[in-house]
């Protein structure tokens, strides 16, 4: 039976995290280690990349592009997008379980860790579909407040709080960053 076996199969993950993410993030209390959500989050990434990869490729082809040079754009994107997820999935994990270590939370950075991991997997499955991708962000935020109160021990309004608070860090900087970029781009004009 399901219930009483903490490490689900892939399929049954993808269906609690869905159906019942209190009970799923319950169960991810009982994970040791990052490796079983680093796995399922990474094969989710490369799958999605992929599928999103070849989707707008077969778009572009029939809308007449030259696909050969979207091709190597798209390649070189998916590579890239794929490593740069992977980082920030540490990075993030690491600012949430520093907020949750502030409002005292009790679990560790492998627990936010595994929570992060599975709360991106409506994001990844959606982000193939254009700006669909970025809707489920919310529902990332509720997932993962819904995980960070479950493995931390926290209060639902001090779980999104460690949530939102890195999330707001993260596009403060990703903001910041562009606009150091297209300032050193468009200095000499």
């Known amino acids: 039976m399901v219930e009483n076996n903490p490490e689900f199969r892939f399929l049954d993950k993808i269906k609690y995290i869905f159906t019942d993410p209190d009970f799923f993030f319950e169960k991810v209390k009982e994970e040791k280690g990052i490796l079983n959500s680093f796995l399922f989050y990474l094969l989710l990434l490369v799958f999605f990349s992929v599928l999103g990869t070849f989707s707008y490729l077969l778009l572009a ?3 007449g592009s030259d696909l050969l040079f979207l091709g190597f754009l798209s390649t070189g994107a998916l590579f890239f997008g794929m490593v740069g997820s992977i980082a920030i999935s540490f990075i993030y994990a690491g600012l949430v379980f520093l907020f949750a270590w502030l409002f005292k939370g009790k679990g560790s950075y492998v627990d936010t860790y595994n929570v992060y991991a599975y709360s991106m997997t409506p994001y990844v499955m959606g982000s193939v579909i254009p700006f669909l991708g970025t809707l489920l962000l919310i529902y990332f935020l509720i997932l993962a407040t819904i995980g960070i109160s479950k493995v ?3 209060s639902k309004g001090k779980a999104f709080a460690a949530v939102f608070l890195p999330a707001f860090i993260v596009m403060g ?5 562009f606009i150091i970029l297209l300032a050193l781009l468009f200095r000499g004009f």
């Not at 900087?173 to 960053?177: N, P, R, S, V």
């Open 61 to 63: 082809n029939l809308a």
């Open 152 to 154: 931390h021990d926290l």
């Open 173 to 177: 900087a990703l903001i910041l960053f």
